[in-house]
């Protein structure tokens, strides 16, 4: 479902592929948000520092070079030939609290798509682990299960085993004083 904002058009395709995992969290890139939001990317980070008290480690963290090298081909390079400074990633809360330090209209209506478009890959993971979740306790029943069918089975060749050891026993010569009951 893409949101207009103003005379923009932004597809949630767009925004879903503009979340990166790092570090373990989803997280979005100072540029990135700065381009669905329609200023500078250095313009966002001085906003961002300015206020960076509300910008706790959880909500924002600078990438790290190995992490920046990981990332350069989806997110380009400079025209001198490299990134100059280094990329801001913005988790979930970190992108909601930049709502309070941007101010533009089209800021506000983008944070709005992207948290929408959070909550909804949040729904859609508590949802597959529901389900995962599920299949756990449908496997371990069928280890349970499995595990008495092999059980019966280890039953059933004791059973033969005794059983052939009954037969042998029976078949054999007897020798030695042979008792009969005389009646």
């Given amino acids: 479902m893409a949101e207009k904002i103003g005379k923009i058009v932004i597809p949630d395709e767009v925004i879903i592929s503009k979340i990166n995992i790092i570090r373990g969290k989803k997280v979005m890139l100072d540029r990135d948000l700065a ?41 380009g390079t400079s025209s001198w030939g490299g990134i100059r400074y280094v990329s801001m990633a913005f988790t979930e809360h970190g992108v909601l609290m930049l709502s309070s330090v941007l101010n533009s209209s089209q800021a506000i209506k983008v944070n709005i798509q992207i948290m929408r478009i959070f909550i909804s890959i949040s729904e859609m993971m508590l949802t597959n682990k529901d389900i995962l979740l599920q299949l756990d306790q449908v496997q371990q029943k069928l280890i349970n299960h499995d595990n008495n069918i092999l059980l019966i089975f280890k039953y059933i060749r004791q059973l033969e085993q005794e059983k052939q050891k009954v037969a042998e026993h029976q078949n054999r010569k007897r020798i030695g004083y042979k008792w009969e009951n005389n009646k």
């Fill in 35 to 75: 381009e669905l939001y329609g200023t500078e990317t250095s313009q966002l980070k001085r906003a961002v520092r300015r206020k960076i008290e509300r910008f706790p480690k959880d909500f924002m963290f600078e990438l790290k070079k190995e992490e920046m090298d990981n990332l350069r081909c989806k997110i």
